[in-house]
C-alpha cells in the first residue's frame, strides 16, 4: 500500500507500507527516512515524520556528493581551490554532503496494485555546499520483510567533478544488540576524526555496547548483520566500504554503507579510494537492502 504525500503543519511526509512495516518519509528535510516499524516498533530510530525537526534526528539520510569528514572543508580539484562551508556544529570539517540539507522533490510512487514504491529527486546548483552541479534520484522499495533503497548522483556540470555516495542509518541500541560485520581494514584516526592509516581488521563481532567506533572499514564482504531481543537485520550493498559509528553514551549506532573512504578527495588518489570522478552527463549508482526478521 502507498499512502499519499500529505503536508500536516507545513511537514512534507509521505509513507509507504507493505505487510507489517511502516516506512515514513520526509521529502522536504533532506530527502530523510523519519521512521521505520515493524507492526508499530521501530526498526530504525525512529519518530513519527510531522514531529521530526532536524536532519540529525532522522532514521537514515542520504550521503551525497560525498560521504563523511572533508578536512576543513578544503580540497583542490583540477588546479581549483575549493572552499565548502562548514556543516556540522561543533565539527571544523565539512560532513555528508548537502543532500541530507536539501529539499527532495517526489518523481513518482507507485500504488496498492503495484510495488510500494516511491522516487524522490533533488536538482542541486554549485553553492558554496558542492561548488559542482548534479543532480541526485533516490528510490524505496518497501516488502512485507524488506526495505530497499537506491541512490544515484549525474553530474549536470559543463566539468568533470568528483563524486561519492552512500547511507547513514541509525539503529535502536538495545540490551542484547550485537554486530557482526566481515571486512579487510580499519582506518585509525587522529584527532579530529580524519583517517591516518589503515590498519588490518577482518571483522566485527560483538555487542554494541562494547564497541567504541566512529571510523571507516575497507573490504566489506558479505552482509552486515544486526542482531537484538526482538529483530534479526541483515544489511547488503553494492557498496564495499562501511562507516561504523557506536556512540556508548546513546541510544542508537549506525552502520553506513559508503562508496568512497573519509576524505578521500584529499588523498593522492583518490579513485583507488572509491572517489569516482564524472564527466558532463555521467551517472554513479548504489544500492542497499535491509531484510528484517523478528526474533521472538
Not at 132 to 152: H, K, T
Not at 214 to 222: C, N, S, T
Amino acid at each position: 500500500m502507498t499512502d499519499t504525500l500529505g503536508d500536516t503543519d507545513e511537514a512534507q511526509v509521505f509513507e509507504l507500507r507493505a505487510g507489517a512495516l511502516r516506512l515514513a518519509l520526509r521529502p522536504d528535510l533532506g530527502g530523510t527516512i523519519a521512521g521505520l516499524w515493524h507492526h508499530g516498533v521501530p526498526v530504525l530510530r525512529s519518530q513519527e515524520p510531522a514531529q521530526l525537526d532536524r536532519w540529525r534526528k532522522a532514521a537514515s539520510f542520504p550521503l551525497v556528493p560525498y560521504s563523511n569528514r572533508i578536512d576543513h572543508g578544503r580540497f583542490n580539484w583540477q588546479g581549483r581551490p575549493c572552499q565548502l562551508a562548514l556543516n556540522f556544529e561543533g565539527s571544523p570539517h565539512a560532513l555528508h554532503g548537502v543532500g541530507h540539507q536539501s529539499v527532495w522533490q517526489v518523481e513518482a510512487s507507485r500504488g496498492p496494485s503495484g510495488p510500494a514504491e516511491v522516487a524522490l529527486t533533488l536538482d542541486h546548483r554549485a553553492n558554496d555546499g558542492w561548488p559542482f552541479d548534479f543532480q541526485a534520484r533516490q528510490l524505496f522499495q518497501l516488502g512485507p520483510a524488506s526495505l530497499r533503497a537506491e541512490l544515484s548522483v549525474t553530474n549536470t556540470s559543463a566539468q568533470a567533478a568528483p563524486f561519492g555516495l552512500g547511507w547513514h542509518p541509525y539503529f535502536p541500541k538495545r540490551a542484547r544488540s550485537r554486530l557482526h560485520v566481515e571486512c579487510s581494514g580499519r582506518w585509525e584516526l587522529d584527532a579530529s576524526k580524519l583517517p591516518t592509516q589503515l590498519v588490518p581488521q577482518p571483522g566485527v563481532d560483538a555487542d554494541v555496547a562494547h564497541l567504541d567506533y566512529d571510523h571507516g572499514f575497507e573490504g566489506w564482504a558479505g552482509p552486515a548483520r544486526i542482531r537484538d531481543e526482538l529483530f534479526a537485520l541483515t544489511l547488503r550493498s553494492s557498496l564495499s566500504r562501511l562507516v561504523i559509528y557506536t556512540p556508548q553514551d546513546k541510544d542508537y549506532f549506525c552502520v553506513e554503507p559508503v562508496s568512497h573512504a573519509t576524505n578521500a578527495i584529499n588523498q593522492p588518489a583518490p579513485s583507488a579510494l572509491g572517489l569516482v570522478t564524472l564527466q558532463p552527463g555521467q551517472s554513479h549508482h548504489a544500492w542497499m537492502t535491509l531484510d528484517i526478521r523478528t526474533t521472538h
